[in-house]
């Protein structure tokens, strides 16, 4: 948006047009909004603070009259319902007198649905306002749900609504799904859209509060400062005055009172604490509380035998004589150590030692599944 | 009725490292089930290849019995053992190699596919994975009349016979954790036990020819080769592991294997082998022979499926590159799109 002329406000005669209010100052970065037309039209997408400017281009060109930046500095052009460009001139020619059908693709259009243009692809223009349009009813809520699973199935029945009226899929229908669930959520959603307001209104409350504290606090600081150059200001008088009143070791005198300044010092900073604010600020921190089973990758914990045998230190062990005997450790190079091959071995020795062989035909099928070692062992029938 | 889960103490909640494997989970059968499974493998087998078999050739054809294909691939076990042996390779190389030997012809028939064949891929995927690489080229220099190709050839074939299942706990490591393990108890005589445990180490060499393996846990087998050598150590060892049961269970379970390996721990006689082995050369799957007239059927067939499957994805490449998007088609429509390459079919 352009900036309003420094001193027009004096006059009285701010209108955010640059054809009427003409800026003079060219500081101004953003290109100005010109406008040919008398019409004030508002809409287009914008974010809540409204800083969002319109699209501009040099190269704009309205595709009815064919008129471009070249030959009309101030052309500017406007988005009708259909999401066909066209020049102010050409809107106020065509729709002046009434509803029209477009001159492009022949839907009718009215003059006060135009809208500035927001992005440089009509797309997305078009993207945002159905988005918006359908989180306006379609604004349930995690907690509206008994469970995960149904909202995310609500979510993507949203999605495919809203894919559908973008790409213009079966629109008819559609219209007809937005319709029953607006009547069937009616409360809901007039209870969402107040609690929506009431968190907003809840955000701002927060933000004010803080920038007060903070400016408290800034307060606090300068204060703070000032009364200790005071006591500094004082303690140096209150030197001098001894020290011209009394007659002790001047010395003495300054350590003294140096020492009590530095306790007054350090009493006043641990009083003045300050209380943090610490309130939950964001609203799913508070409710999206999701149980979820936690997802186990891999079963890593295994029975090892630990308590079936114990490793001693050395063993009169054959096959290991050459590894243990090898004294510029070649043969432990990889990091080899006799004593895991030892554990090793042993675990082996004992491992399924009781496991009871199968018998009979019954088990080809439970082969991989019925094994729980928490079943109690049975006696072998064979 | 057994299911046989034992852990006794206060871990029992957790799953045992044994009972975790994949030796446990897939690999463990009844000697029922052994049975069973193998004749209903070769009853299948007979029955596929009977039908390949140009019209009435098939009569004269006595086929292998699963008995017969038993010894066979025993035979070959026991060649396998020389082999490495002959090649030095470690006896971790040896006993996998035996196991997977073992493990591919409960899925597969000899009448596929030859031991001879097979037992070079298994000891060459063996060396693999336990860590003892050695080069295919080396390697197949040194077994006459082999070339790579031949050894490769089978690799993935018994790889996923395997089910990929690798990793074999082994008895010859159980039976040196038990050497270990006997030495802490109470007056051992240290010369008697090496005596005792070179003699064990026989044993389980023997126990690898028999089907024990598939039955048993490699710490029982470990354990029944120790008391063939020395019952009394064995059971003092025993009841050190298990001292709540005064005779536990272990030294019953390990009884039939005793048996097992006494009946079945020798290597077969050559001249039953030979016999089996001339009569499996006239009731081989024909389409595994190279040559025959059945093999070039098969060749053809195989060739003619895979140029089908190659026009039939260049068309729908032509498809895809001719409709606009430059980016695709939808991800729908995309489906029978046969992207993969398992032209090797």
């Given at each position: 948006m352009s900036r309003p002329n420094a001193n027009s406000w004096l006059r009285g005669t701010v209108i955010r047009k640059g054809g009427v209010s003409t800026s003079t100052n060219g500081r101004t970065t953003t290109p100005q909004v010109q406008s040919t037309s008398t019409t004030v039209f508002g809409g287009g997408v914008k974010d809540t603070s409204g800083r969002t400017s319109e699209y501009f281009s040099m190269d704009d060109q309205c595709p009815v009259c064919k008129s471009d930046r070249y030959l009309n500095p101030k052309l500017r052009l406007l988005v009708g319902a259909c999401y066909h460009k066209m020049c102010e001139s050409c809107i106020d020619r065509l729709f002046t007198l009434g509803p029209a059908p477009c001159p492009i693709c022949n839907k009718v259009l009215r003059k006060l649905a135009f809208t500035p243009q927001t992005f440089e692809d009509l797309g997305v223009e078009k993207e945002v306002a159905i988005r918006r349009r359908i989180a306006k009813e379609f604004n349930k809520r995690r907690e509206d749900f008994p469970d995960l699973r149904s909202y995310n199935d609500y979510l993507e029945e949203v999605e495919d609504i809203t894919f559908n009226l973008i790409n213009e899929i079966n629109i008819p229908e559609t219209e007809a799904r937005i319709a029953a669930y607006r009547q069937e959520n009616a409360a809901l959603i007039e209870l969402n859209i107040q609690r929506e307001e009431q968190y907003n209104r809840y955000l701002k409350e927060q933000e004010e509060a803080e920038r007060q504290e903070r400016e408290l606090r800034a307060l606090e600081l300068r204060r703070a400062e000032e009364e200790e150059r005071e006591e500094r200001e004082k303690e140096r008088r209150e030197i001098i005055d001894k020290l011209e009143t009394s007659d002790k070791d001047a010395v003495k005198l300054i350590a003294r009172s140096r020492a009590e300044a530095l306790r007054r010092a350090s009493a006043r900073s641990s009083s003045h604490g300050f209380q943090g604010s610490s309130r939950l600020r964001t609203r799913t921190a508070q409710t999206t509380v999701v149980p979820d089973v936690p997802h186990v990758p891999l079963q890593d914990d295994w029975y090892a035998y630990e308590d079936m045998y114990v490793i001693s230190?050395?063993?009169?062990?054959p096959a290991s004589e050459a590894v243990r005997r090898d004294r510029e450790g070649i043969m432990r190079a990889g990091g080899y150590r006799v004593e895991e091959a030892w554990e090793r071995a042993l675990r082996s020795a004992v491992a399924g030692l009781e496991i009871v062989p199968l018998s009979g035909l019954h088990h080809t099928d439970q082969l991989t599944t019925s094994r729980s070692s928490g079943v109690a062992p049975e006696v072998a029938s064979a | 009725m057994t299911t046989g889960s034992t852990t006794t103490d206060a871990s029992s909640s957790k799953l045992s490292l044994y009972e975790g494997s994949t030796q446990y989970r897939h690999w463990r059968f009844s000697a029922e089930q052994l049975a069973q499974a193998r004749a209903s493998l070769n009853a299948t087998a007979v029955s596929a290849i009977g039908e390949k078999f140009e019209a009435g050739s098939s009569s004269g054809v006595s086929f292998l019995s699963a008995d017969e294909e038993v010894l066979l691939v025993k035979f070959y076990l026991a060649k396998c053992s020389q082999l490495c042996i002959h090649l030095g390779f470690p006896e971790e190389v040896e006993a996998t190699a035996m196991t997977y030997l073992k493990r591919f012809y409960l899925k597969n028939t000899v009448m596929d596919f030859h031991p001879k064949d097979i037992m070079l891929t298994a000891v060459f995927l063996a060396t693999k994975t336990t860590n003892h690489p050695v080069s295919l080229e080396s390697y197949a220099q040194r077994i006459p009349k082999t070339q790579p190709s031949d050894i490769l050839g089978h690799e993935f074939l018994v790889a996923q016979s395997l089910g990929f299942d690798f990793a074999v706990w082994h008895a010859h490591r159980a039976l040196w954790g038990l050497w270990l393990d006997v030495q802490?108890?109470?007056?051992?005589?240290m010369d008697e036990l090496r005596n005792v445990y070179e003699s064990a180490v026989q044993h389980v060499r023997a126990a690898r020819l028999t089907d024990v393996e598939l039955i048993y846990t490699p710490s029982q087998i470990s354990l029944t080769s120790f008391a063939l050598a020395s019952p009394a150590l064995a059971a003092a060892w025993a009841r050190s592991k298990i001292p709540t049961e005064p005779e536990p269970r272990v030294l019953a379970v390990i009884e039939p294997i005793k048996q097992m390996i006494a009946s079945q721990g020798a290597p077969p006689e050559v001249e039953a082998v030979r016999a089996v082995d001339r009569r499996l050369r006239l009731c081989k799957n024909p389409e595994k022979v190279v040559g025959s007239n059945a093999y070039m059927k098969k060749q053809e067939e195989t060739e003619r499926k895979a140029e089908e499957k190659r026009k039939r994805k260049a068309a729908e490449v032509q498809k895809a590159m001719e409709d606009a998007d430059p980016f695709g088609s939808p991800l729908a429509r995309d489906t029978n799109l046969d992207d993969d390459d398992d032209d090797d079919d």
């Open positions: 230190d050395s063993y009169d062990d | 802490n108890l109470p007056d051992v005589n």
